[in-house]
Antibody, heavy 124, light 111 residues
C-alpha cells in the first residue's frame, strides 16, 4: 500500500535550518508529485511547496520561497524539505502529501496520501 | 492572498445532514474545479474525502458529497455518525498567487 514515512521530531534554535525527509513506498515514486503542508499548533493547514519527483521541478509558496528548498533522491524514493532562517513562527507539524493524479505539471490540491507528520519546534 | 473562508464550527445530530461552506474568489474556487475537502481527527494527518469538487476517493462513504456554486464550494455529510466529528478543511488551486489555498477549517460536532 502507499506509504509516506517522515523523519522524526526536531528542536531548533532561531536562525537555524531544518531538514525533514519523506520516504515513499508502495508505488512508482516518480509518477506522483509530492507536496509539503504544515500546521502550527492549534492552527489550520498551510501549503509550502511541491516537487515533481520525475524531473525535480518545484513550486513554492511565495511567503517562504526565499527560505525553502525541496529536493528528491530517486535512488531512495525520498523527498526532502529544507527550511532556513527559522523563527518561532515556523514551529509546526510538517506533512508530506502525495498528489492524487499522476504526472501533473504543478500541484492540483488533491493529496491522496499523507505522511505521519514531523513536529519541528523552534525555541531558544 | 488570504485563505479560503470557512465557518469555524458546524453541528448536527446523529443521522442528520450538515453542509459546510468554503468561499473563495473568482481567481480560485470561482475559476477552477479543483476543490478538495479533507477530514482531520485530533493528532492525525488529514485525509481527503472529496476532490475535484465532487469526486469521492475509493473507501470514502457516499454520505460525503461535494458541490460548487460560483465562488463557494460545499461539503455535505449525510447520516451523521459519531466518527464524522472532526476538523474539515477545504482547498483550491490559486494559480495567480500561492498555488494551493486552504480554508481555516470547520470543527464538525456530532451532538
Amino acid at each position: 500500500q502507499v506509504q509516506l514515512v517522515q523523519s522524526g521530531t526536531e528542536v531548533k534554535k532561531p536562525g537555524a535550518s531544518m531538514k525533514v525527509s519523506c520516504r515513499a513506498s508502495g508505488y512508482n515514486f516518480i509518477s506522483y508529485g509530492i507536496n509539503w503542508v504544515r500546521q502550527a499548533p492549534g492552527q489550520g493547514l498551510e501549503w509550502l511547496g511541491w516537487i515533481s519527483t520525475n524531473h525535480g521541478g518545484t513550486n513554492y509558496e511565495p511567503k517562504v520561497q526565499d527560505r525553502v528548498t525541496l529536493t528528491r533522491d530517486t535512488s531512495t524514493n525520498t523527498v526532502y524539505l529544507e527550511l532556513r532562517s527559522l523563527s518561532s513562527e515556523d514551529t509546526a507539524v510538517y506533512y508530506c502529501a502525495r498528489e492524487g493524479r499522476q504526472a501533473t505539471a504543478s500541484p492540483m490540491g488533491w493529496f491522496d496520501a499523507w505522511g505521519q507528520g514531523a513536529l519541528v519546534t523552534v525555541s531558544s | 492572498q488570504s485563505g479560503l473562508t470557512q465557518p469555524p464550527s458546524a453541528s448536527g445530530a446523529p443521522g442528520q445532514s450538515v453542509t459546510i461552506s468554503c468561499t473563495g474568489t473568482a481567481s480560485d474556487i470561482g475559476a477552477f474545479d479543483f476543490v478538495s475537502w479533507y477530514q482531520q481527527h485530533p493528532g492525525k494527518p488529514p485525509q481527503v474525502v472529496i476532490y475535484e469538487v465532487s469526486k469521492r476517493p475509493s473507501g470514502v462513504p457516499n454520505r460525503f458529497s461535494g458541490s460548487k456554486s460560483g465562488k463557494t464550494a460545499f461539503l455535505t455529510v449525510s447520516g451523521l455518525q459519531a466518527d464524522d466529528e472532526a476538523l474539515y478543511y477545504c482547498s483550491s488551486i490559486a494559480p495567480r498567487n500561492t498555488l494551493i489555498l486552504f480554508g481555516g477549517g470547520t470543527k464538525l460536532t456530532v451532538l
